[in-house]
C-alpha cells in the first residue's frame, strides 16, 4: 500500500510567518526553505494513503469542536541538550494548542503520540552548530507577536521535506 508522509499545523501569519522563517535561514538551518514558520500539532507521520480520507474527516471534526483563539509568542526557549532546538516560546495559547493537539491525537486512535512530551512553539532553529543556536536565542530573545488562530493545515510531505498544504480547517465552534 502507498505510504504518506503527513504533518498538521498552525501556520503562522504574515508578517510574523516570513520574520521568523528568514530568522530560521539566518540561524542556517535549511529546512526553512521547505517548512513555513509554524506550531506543530502533529509531527511528520508516515501513514497509508489509503487513510487520508478518514483523516481528513477526523481533522474537520476537530475543526468543528474547536473556536478561534489568540497566540502570543515572546521570548525564546531551548531544547538543549534533549535535541538541538532553538525556538520562539507560545506565551498565551499554550491550552489552546495542547487541546487542539490532543484532538488531532484523536485519543490515540488516530495517531500515537510523539516520543516527547508535546510544548507548543515555533521552531527557529535546529540542528544547527552551538554558535548558531546561541546566535538564534540571542538574536530572538525579544522577540514578540500576538494573532488569532482561526484554523490549522494539514500537510503533506514531498520529496526533498517540502511541506504541501494539503487542506485547510476553519475553527468554527460556537462560545
Known amino acids: 500500500m502507498p505510504k504518506t508522509t503527513i ?3 498552525i501556520d503562522i501569519p504574515q508578517p510574523w510567518g516570513g520574520e521568523l522563517t528568514a530568522a530560521r535561514l539566518a540561524a542556517g538551518d535549511l529546512l526553512a526553505q521547505h517548512v513555513p514558520a509554524h506550531v506543530t500539532l502533529l509531527g511528520p507521520t ?3 494513503a489509503a487513510r487520508l480520507p478518514a483523516i481528513d474527516r477526523h481533522l474537520g471534526e476537530v475543526a468543528r469542536a474547536h473556536r478561534p483563539f489568540t497566540v502570543r509568542l515572546r521570548g525564546t526557549g531551548t531544547f538543549r541538550p534533549v535535541t ?4 520562539v516560546a507560545v506565551a498565551a495559547g499554550i491550552s489552546e494548542c495542547e487541546q ?3 484532538a488531532v491525537l484523536g ?3 488516530i495517531f500515537s503520540g510523539s516520543r516527547f512530551p508535546y510544548h507548543p512553539h515555533v521552531t527557529i532553529a535546529h540542528d ?4 548558531q543556536l546561541d546566535a538564534a536565542f540571542a538574536d530572538l530573545s ?14 503533506e510531505h514531498e520529496d526533498g521535506g ?7 480547517y476553519r475553527l468554527t465552534a460556537d462560545d
Not at 84 to 87: A, D, K, L, M, T
Not at 146 to 155: E, I, K, R
Request: net charge negative; no cysteine; proline share 5%.
Open 107 to 109: 485519543g490515540g486512535t
Open 46 to 48: 508516515e501513514i497509508d
Open 7 to 9: 504533518g498538521v499545523a
Open 162 to 168: 517540502r511541506w504541501r498544504p494539503h487542506a485547510e
Open 84 to 87: 538541538q532546538v532553538v525556538f
Open 100 to 102: 487542539l493537539h490532543t
Open 128 to 131: 544547527v552548530s552551538p554558535a
Open 142 to 155: 525579544g522577540y514578540e507577536a500576538s494573532f488569532t488562530v482561526a484554523g490549522f493545515t494539514l500537510f
